[in-house]
C-alpha cells in the first residue's frame, strides 16, 4: 500500500444517478418523467385497458422543463420509466455579463457564473428590466439531468 494522500476534486455528485425508476402506473399528472431522453413535466396521463394478451398502457404528455417543447410516450404500466431528479435553488443576482451569463450569490457566500440569461422573451425582459432599475432580484434555477436553467425571478427590494 502506498502512503500518498489522493486528492479528489469534488464537483461531482458522487456517481449519484440523474434519474431513478418509477412504475409507469404510479406517475401522475404534475409529476416528471423522462421522455425521449429529455426532462419533462406531466401534462396529461391516460391509461388504457388492458388488451387480450396484454398490459395496460399509459399515454404521457409532457412538456419538456428546459426547452418548453411538448414530447408523448406511451408505456406499459407495469414497466418503469426514468424520473428525473428536479432541483429547484434560489440564487440571488449580483450582476449580467455583457456576453450573457449572469453571476449569481449562492447560500455559502460564493458566486455561480455559469449559466446564460434564460431565452424566455418576457423572463428575459423583466430580469434586465429589474436589474437596470437596481432592484435586488432572486432568480429560481431548476436543475435536471445535469442541466441547469433559469425559470423564475422575484423581486426582494424593501419598499
Given at each position: 500500500?502506498?502512503?500518498?494522500?489522493?486528492?479528489?476534486?469534488?464537483?461531482?455528485?458522487?456517481?449519484?444517478?440523474?434519474?431513478?425508476?418509477?412504475?409507469?402506473?404510479?406517475?401522475?399528472?404534475?409529476?416528471?418523467?423522462?421522455?425521449?431522453?429529455?426532462p419533462c413535466k406531466v401534462v396529461e396521463v391516460s391509461t388504457s385497458?388492458?388488451?387480450?394478451?396484454?398490459?395496460?398502457?399509459?399515454?404521457?404528455?409532457?412538456?419538456?422543463?428546459?426547452?418548453?417543447?411538448?414530447?408523448?410516450?406511451?408505456?406499459?404500466?407495469?414497466?418503469?420509466?426514468?424520473?428525473?431528479?428536479?432541483?429547484?435553488?434560489?440564487?440571488?443576482?449580483?450582476?449580467?455579463?455583457?456576453?450573457?451569463?449572469?453571476?449569481?450569490?449562492?447560500?455559502?457566500?460564493?458566486?455561480?457564473?455559469?449559466?446564460?440569461?434564460?431565452?424566455?422573451?418576457?423572463?428575459?425582459?423583466?430580469?434586465?428590466?429589474?436589474?437596470?432599475?437596481?432592484?435586488?432580484?432572486?432568480?429560481?434555477?431548476?436543475?435536471?439531468?445535469?442541466?441547469?436553467?433559469?425559470?423564475?425571478?422575484?423581486?426582494?427590494?424593501?419598499?
Amino acid at each position: 500500500m502506498s502512503d500518498e494522500e489522493h486528492h479528489f476534486e469534488s464537483k461531482a455528485d458522487a456517481g449519484a444517478s440523474k434519474t431513478y425508476p418509477q412504475q409507469a402506473g404510479t406517475i401522475r399528472k404534475n409529476g416528471y418523467i423522462v421522455i425521449k431522453g429529455r426532462p419533462c413535466k406531466v401534462v396529461e396521463v391516460s391509461t388504457s385497458k388492458t388488451g387480450k394478451h396484454g398490459h395496460a398502457k399509459c399515454h404521457f404528455v409532457g412538456i419538456d422543463i428546459f426547452s418548453g417543447k411538448k414530447l408523448e410516450d406511451i408505456v406499459p404500466s407495469s414497466h418503469n420509466c426514468d424520473v428525473p431528479h428536479v432541483n429547484r435553488t434560489d440564487y440571488q443576482l449580483i450582476d449580467i455579463s455583457e456576453d450573457g451569463f449572469v453571476s449569481l450569490l449562492t447560500e455559502s457566500g460564493g458566486t455561480k457564473d455559469d449559466l446564460r440569461l434564460p431565452t424566455d422573451d418576457a423572463l428575459l425582459t423583466l430580469i434586465k428590466n429589474g436589474f437596470d432599475e437596481g432592484k435586488d432580484l432572486v432568480v429560481s434555477v431548476m436543475s435536471a439531468m445535469g442541466e441547469e436553467q433559469i425559470n423564475a425571478v422575484k423581486d426582494i427590494g424593501k419598499n
